[in-house]
């Protein structure tokens, strides 16, 4: 019913040239929301909400991270956590996608309605501090090099407009006080029998912060960041070809530096050797 009372909504606006897109917008967001929330529709149990949901959803989840226009902050975040409840499990790449280049890129957007509307969002989204759980876990804890830290990243950037005289002070003090506060009351309520997996999770953070030092380094000066992978035990001198050809994450020219030195022809011909020329 509170779709259909939605779709006459919009057929109304599309007729009402003085209502604006925002409105027919909002109202587009509400029935998607309530679409995805379905429990009675057999397809979304099936493969194809996986197309819907990385074609044409994730188009205008993108979009409307990216949006500067402050009545459509709530729309999009009520949407983004209601795909992270019911979809994670087959959208968390994607989801990780709209979250860096949507609302992390927000963060830094040098136009302040920007950021303010992206504080509206977080503080949205501060309710579910399982949301945040999930980011560190997922991404900021993920060694592999691969993705930026979220849960970090968000607040260092949210930080950034926390000082005096920036036009975002109040709305990022209220970010970090919401998700601060929230996480706090989610983790007092942790078992302590979680402890060790907590400090499971806090080693493998450190491991990702040593391993993203090591890249930084290695694209500044190849030959000091092998040093400095060789230093953390991250690898063995004696396998460094198979690390220099199966890790994506380092900067090819200082791949191609380290090859290419006439003192490392072992290493050349160790890395030349893991092709398959068949």
Same mark, same amino acid.
């Given at each position: 019913?509170?779709?259909?009372?939605?779709?006459?909504?919009?057929?109304?606006?599309?007729?009402?040239?003085?209502?604006?897109?925002?409105?027919?917008?909002?109202?587009?967001?509400?029935?998607?929301?309530?679409?995805?929330?379905?429990?009675?529709?057999?397809?979304?149990?099936?493969?194809?909400?996986?197309?819907?949901?990385?074609?044409?959803?994730? &188009?205008?989840?993108? +979009?409307?991270?990216? #949006?500067?226009?402050?009545?459509? !902050?709530?729309?999009?975040?009520? /949407?983004? *956590?209601?795909?992270?409840?019911?979809?994670?499990?087959?959208?968390?790449?994607?989801?990780?996608?709209?979250?860096?280049?949507?609302?992390?890129?927000?963060?830094?957007?040098?136009?302040?309605?920007?950021?303010?509307?992206?504080?509206?969002?977080?503080?949205?989204?501060?309710?579910?501090?399982?949301?945040?759980?999930?980011?560190?876990?997922?991404?900021?804890?993920?060694?592999?090099?691969?993705?930026?830290?979220?849960?970090?990243?968000?607040?260092?950037? &949210?930080?950034?407009? +926390?000082?005096?005289? #920036?036009?975002?002070?109040?709305? !990022?003090?209220?970010?970090?006080? /919401?998700? *601060?506060?929230?996480?706090?009351?989610?983790?007092?309520?942790?078992?302590?029998?979680?402890?060790?997996?907590?400090?499971?999770?806090?080693?493998?953070?450190?491991?990702?912060?040593?391993?993203?030092?090591?890249?930084?380094?290695?694209?500044?000066?190849?030959?000091?960041?092998?040093?400095?992978?060789?230093?953390?035990?991250?690898?063995?001198?004696?396998?460094?070809?198979?690390?220099?050809?199966?890790?994506?994450?380092?900067?090819?020219?200082?791949?191609?530096?380290?090859?290419?030195?006439?003192?490392?022809?072992?290493?050349?011909?160790?890395?030349?050797?893991?092709?398959?020329?068949?």
């Amino acid at each position: 019913t509170k779709i259909n009372q939605n779709f006459q909504q919009i057929q109304e606006n599309n007729q009402n040239p003085k209502q604006n897109t925002a409105s027919t917008l909002h109202l587009c967001c509400s029935i998607l929301d309530e679409i995805l929330n379905q429990t009675n529709i057999p397809f979304f149990k099936g493969p194809i909400i996986d197309v819907i949901l990385n074609h044409e959803v994730h &188009v205008a989840m993108m +979009a409307l991270a990216l #949006d500067n226009n402050l009545s459509l !902050a709530i729309p999009f975040a009520k /949407l983004f *956590l209601t795909i992270w409840k019911r979809y994670s499990k087959i959208y968390i790449h994607r989801l990780y996608e709209i979250y860096e280049k949507g609302i992390l890129h927000s963060l830094s957007s040098p136009n302040s309605n920007q950021i303010l509307r992206t504080c509206e969002i977080l503080k949205y989204l501060s309710s579910e501090p399982q949301l945040f759980v999930d980011l560190f876990v997922n991404f900021d804890c993920d060694s592999s090099g691969t993705y930026v830290s979220l849960f970090e990243s968000t607040i260092n950037l &949210v930080s950034k407009h +926390a000082y005096p005289d #920036d036009p975002c002070e109040y709305p !990022a003090l209220t970010v970090l006080n /919401l998700i *601060l506060y929230n996480m706090w009351k989610y983790l007092k309520s942790t078992k302590k029998s979680e402890q060790p997996v907590t400090d499971t999770l806090i080693q493998a953070k450190r491991q990702k912060d040593v391993f993203q030092q090591g890249l930084d380094l290695f694209k500044k000066t190849p030959k000091k960041g092998l040093q400095y992978f060789i230093q953390q035990n991250i690898v063995s001198e004696d396998k460094v070809a198979e690390f220099l050809f199966n890790t994506n994450q380092l900067d090819p020219a200082g791949v191609g530096e380290i090859i290419g030195t006439q003192n490392n022809r072992q290493i050349l011909k160790d890395y030349v050797s893991l092709f398959d020329f068949r």
